[in-house]
Each structure stands twice: as C-alpha cells, then as structure tokens.
C-alpha cells in the first residue's frame, strides 16, 4: 500500500519568516496530495491540495510543490503569523481510492 | 450546514466494554470515514464508506465495526475495549476529493 514519510517532526521560526515541510510517497500511482492543519483540540482542516497533473499550486501565503519523477511534495508558507502555529499532515490518494493516507505530521511553531 | 459532528466529544471506558461512537454529517457527501490518530502520530484509516450500504476495511480494521443504513449516518460501533483503543477518533466525509473532518472523539480504555 501507500507509504507516506513527513520531515521534520518538529519545525520552529521567527514570525515573518518561510516555513518548508516535505512529503515523500511511495506509490507512483498517487495522483492526489492534499495538506491539512490541525489546531489543538480540532479536527484536520484542508488548507490546499494538488493533483499530479500540476508542478505548483499557490493560495496566499501558502503554496505547494509537487516532483512526479521525485515522489515528493512539499508546502511552503511565506511571512509566517502566531496563527500558523499547529500541526500540519501531508497525504496522499489515487484515482478510485478516495481514503488518504497520511504523513506523521509536523508541528509549526511561530515565535513572535 | 453543521458539517459533521460527533458525539461524543470524551469518553473513558473499562477494558471489555462496548460503546458506539456516532457520526453524522449534513452535506450529502457519498464517502465517509473513520480515522484514529495516536499522540504523535498521523492518521490511520479503520472503516470507509462510499454510500449507504457500502462499507469496507481501511489499515486497522480490528477491534471495529461499522454500519452504514443512511447517507447522513456512519456510527463506529467497538467491541470488548482494550487499552489499544486509547485514541483520538475522527471521522470524515468527502464530496470527491478533500476530507471534511469533525471534531473528533477522544476515547481512553483503562
């Protein structure tokens, strides 16, 4: 089955600075790489998504990166806030199998 | 829209206790699941459903069932707890692509 690996566990910055978390897969037939933020206490909120059809997807502050040949991707957030801090899952999908499997998560903290 | 919702939000129950945990969403999304995620861990997939009627293993399907009678409605039903179980579980539904998780409950078996 799919295999999804997520670095670093753990990633502190200085407000106003970028934030770069990276997934691994190892099925080359995933097609479908969603990003989700868990605040404390919540559920998993989807932030962005990419399908294996785009290099590169941006919305805002946040922008996704996806290497076909590499099998990994990648979620960039510029000019970091306190807001950003949570955890962060990276995931992957293939046609006709809609569950994700997830990544192991990183926890963002924002320093002010 | 509420999106979904669980019930309960907290629950402790003794080893070999039974207990159903509920899942309700009101968007119409055809596909709904079932998530655990242990402290500092990802997500694991124990049950999906891809309509009423129609339900199937994910990762870690042991220690669980799972029923599926209405679109809206997706309970988690465990059998004989074991400390194991100790989890926080959400569930999920999905349109086509991109989950719309719920709150989540957060289950302890001592």
């Known amino acids: 089955g799919e295999n999804v690996e997520q670095h670093p566990s753990t990633l502190s910055v200085q407000e106003g600075d970028s934030a770069v978390i990276k997934c691994t897969y190892s099925?080359?037939?995933?097609?479908?790489f969603p990003w989700y933020k868990q605040e404390l206490g919540k559920g998993p909120q989807l932030i962005i998504d990419?399908?294996?059809?785009?290099g590169e997807k941006k919305d805002q502050r946040i922008a996704v990166t996806l290497n076909k040949t590499a099998k990994h991707f990648s979620l960039h957030i510029t000019e970091t806030q306190p807001e950003d801090s949570a955890v962060y899952f990276c995931?992957?999908?293939?046609?006709?199998?809609?569950?994700?499997?997830f990544g192991s998560g990183t926890r963002l903290q924002v320093q002010p | 829209n509420a999106g979904v919702t669980q019930t309960p939000k907290f629950r402790i129950l003794k080893i070999g206790q039974s207990m159903t945990l509920q899942c309700t969403q009101d968007?119409?999304?055809?596909?709904m699941y079932w998530y655990r995620q242990d402290p500092g861990m990802g997500l694991k997939l124990i049950y999906y459903?891809?309509?009423?009627?129609?339900?199937d293993k994910g990762e870690v399907p042991n220690g669980y069932n799972v029923s599926r009678s209405t679109t809206e409605d997706f309970p988690l039903r465990l059998e004989l707890a074991a400390p194991s179980q100790t989890s926080v579980y959400f569930c999920?539904?999905?349109?086509?692509?991109?989950?719309?998780f719920g709150p989540g409950t957060r289950l302890t078996v001592t």
């Open positions: 995931a992957a999908s293939k046609a006709g199998r809609r569950a994700l499997t």
């Open positions: 999920a539904s999905s349109p086509e692509e991109g989950l719309y």
């Open positions: 990419i399908r294996s059809n785009v």
């Open positions: 459903s891809v309509g009423a009627g129609i339900t």
């Open positions: 099925d080359s037939a995933s097609n479908y």
């Open positions: 968007m119409n999304h055809n596909y």
